[in-house]
């Protein structure tokens, strides 16, 4: 212990501490969102950030959402009302708040609540109208170190609590838990240890009271590897989630499974899946599909290249009483399926059809699509009615081919109504009654109208099945309100907002002059998926590095708790009861602590130490209340309580009388640790500007460099002799290095 405790004092006389403000990279408003990205601070242990605005003042965020990338930090703040917001970066150093900085005005618009998913006044998903959390609202964060240990009680769950994602939404299945649910993805998240058929399941028994919503933080969010399927679901939202290289036995990114109603995925960017079985699911099987279910609203969501986009219907057997709307999504350069309709009236507007090498629209088995405001670039055929018009047409011998031709497994028709659609570069589209078209009564594509509100007549009927269109969009009983943009509009801002914020960390140019017409697999697009590897370091809410293999300890800063910057907020403290500001203040080791935890009956603090080491408390000394360390009785001497610890769990709860604890750290023994720092262990030269050298007679096995509030910023395993730090930023580290003699503990200097 005493070996630590003079690496840390050292360290304040190399580096004195000063004044550091955040030099600020960029930053802007989004969808009911805004984010700022930073330098990093050259000795920040950590950063604090703020937002003020909509009447709000210095709010604090959840560390979770406080990003290291290595060569710059990032910020998202969520659930945000429109308005106009700023946002304030402050470095943390020594346990000590720096210089903020804060950005210009920043712009948050809404997103936009359109649709059949929000019919009757329904809002699916655990946000408000206004884009804030509903009230009570639960939020989980997900990154690919917690994913399997994220624990919550549920009401009514099996067992509790409830440990990895998919056992909490297991909690969720029987509908006994109405908290509204969000549960926000950080990062790149690979496959769980549970997980079902290769999917993340979402079911609440039709819960009318439940919430949920899963959602990705930042551009950056990415479900690698599985798909989301949402069955006996009510209230649903999904957004900011890129699906890419599923690989489940479902094979969607995205599948609405059977009887969910009030459901809106939107905002994601929908990637190839794995290769399946049969020849049309070379790209994966479908990205976003819909069975069995109503009252859905699919918006702003980025198909790129898909091979199979939007199933719709498949064995519901009946045209009655399912709806579903798809607006603003980005079709760029997908094949087919936008969307493939059996049985539902479906609505589909001011979508971007950019560049479709096989068909737009289609239409069997006696849906109802109203398709509007549209733009289509080089769709080959925009809209299909199964076997009539252009499914049919065999362009060689200029006559209709019913065995050759069909797209529709030569299913029975339903019927199009279309209206304001713009079309460029199509090889083909009949619209009903067209003179230049033969027999365009009964072979068209679509029943063009000149208003929105005209409806489509009871006599036009499909080929095949003699359908009829059942005109939804002018039933006020049935169809919501809308203020749809034109095709040109839509165009626009379907660019700007489809897909995840700014749309994602994967950037992707297709070349129009092949991919327009080519529905083969995208070399180039499928091995960049397949190589995708996140550039995020570490989440300063999390525990360990999201680098696979990452030491699972906690690092020095993790087990430091400062109630003043922190509150209850730790990642290896689990903290219960009350914060108060009402108990004076506190002086400790050059720290000024004005907020402080009540121990009281309901007060509980646990943590698990992997070694022996100390726990020290501080407490206002003005006060002589007891607590209890593991069951035994301590008193405060001049406020203070140190305690030896054993390796395990520990509990913090109360004694007797008053007391408040206003500081707390744990540090492991040097024994417990094995720590052989001596002057043939020390890495060299120190200070550095680039090249780190080991000892040359200790056999490495692994080596940590940490941030000072305990990042782990690089690791490396093996008996690695020089270690190239240029990309450090100027400042202090922790160099940890596990050898076969010991551990080795040691403060780092990068100097340029």
Known sequence: MKKIIVIFIGLIFISPIQAQSVSIIKSAGWLESAYVEWAPVTEAQSYNVYYSGAGISDKKIDTQLIRNYGTYFRADILGLKAGIYTIKVVPVISDVESVGTITPELIVVSHDRSGFGFWNGRIPGAYKVDGTPKDGAVILYITENSKNTISMDVTGANTNPCVGLQNILDGFKKGNDTRPLIVRLVGQITDLDYMLNGDIVIENKNNILGHITMEGVGEDAVADGWGLRIKNASNIEVRNIGFMNCNSDEGDNVGLQQDNDYIWVHNCDMFYGNSGSDADQIKGDGALDCKKSTYVTFSYNHFWDSGKSNLLGLSEGTTSGLFITYHHNWY???????????????????????????????????????????????????????????????????????????????????????????????????????????????????????????????????????????????????????????????????????????????????????????????????????????????????????????????????????????????????????????????????LTLTQCLKIESSTNITFTTTQSGTVTLVFNSSYSGTVKIDGTVYTPSSGIITATLTSGAHTIVKGSGSNYLFYMNTIYDSTGVGIINNSKTAFYPNPITRYLYAPQDIELEQISIYSLSGTVLRQIKGNVKNIDLIDLTPGSYLLKAKTKQGMILQIIIKSK
């Open 332 to 590: 760029d350069h997908s094949d087919s399926r936008h969307p493939r309709v059996r049985f539902y009236s479906a609505h589909v507007y001011n979508n971007y059809y950019d560049g479709i090498a096989k068909y737009g629209v289609g239409s069997t088995e006696g849906s109802s699509v109203f398709v509007e405001a549209n733009y289509f670039r080089n769709c080959k055929y925009p809209m299909l009615i199964s076997m009539q018009g252009s499914d049919v047409w065999n362009e060689t011998t200029q006559t209709n081919d019913y065995k050759n031709m069909p797209t529709f497994s030569s299913e029975d028709g339903g019927i199009i109504k279309a209206f304001n659609n713009y079309m460029t570069g199509q090889r083909r589209f009949v619209p009903y009654g067209d003179a230049n078209y033969i027999n365009s009564t009964v072979d068209f594509d679509a029943y063009v109208v000149s208003n929105r509100t005209d409806q489509v007549p009871s006599n036009t009927n499909s080929a095949y099945g003699a359908n009829t269109y059942n005109n939804f969009d002018t039933n006020s009983s049935v169809m919501y309100n809308y203020t749809p943009d034109s095709p040109e509009d839509a165009e626009t801002k379907v660019m700007q907002y489809a897909g995840r914020v700014t749309g994602g960390d994967l950037k992707w140019t297709f070349d129009n002059s092949v991919d327009d017409a080519s529905y083969a697999v995208n070399s180039g697009l499928k091995s960049a998926l397949t190589n995708y590897k996140t550039t995020l370091v570490s989440v300063q809410g999390d525990t360990t590095s999201t680098e696979p293999g990452g030491d699972p300890e906690p690092s020095p800063g993790d087990m430091i708790h400062n109630f003043t910057l922190s509150g209850k907020t730790s990642s290896f403290y689990t903290i219960t009861g009350n914060l108060s500001t009402s108990y004076g203040s506190v002086n400790y080791n050059g």
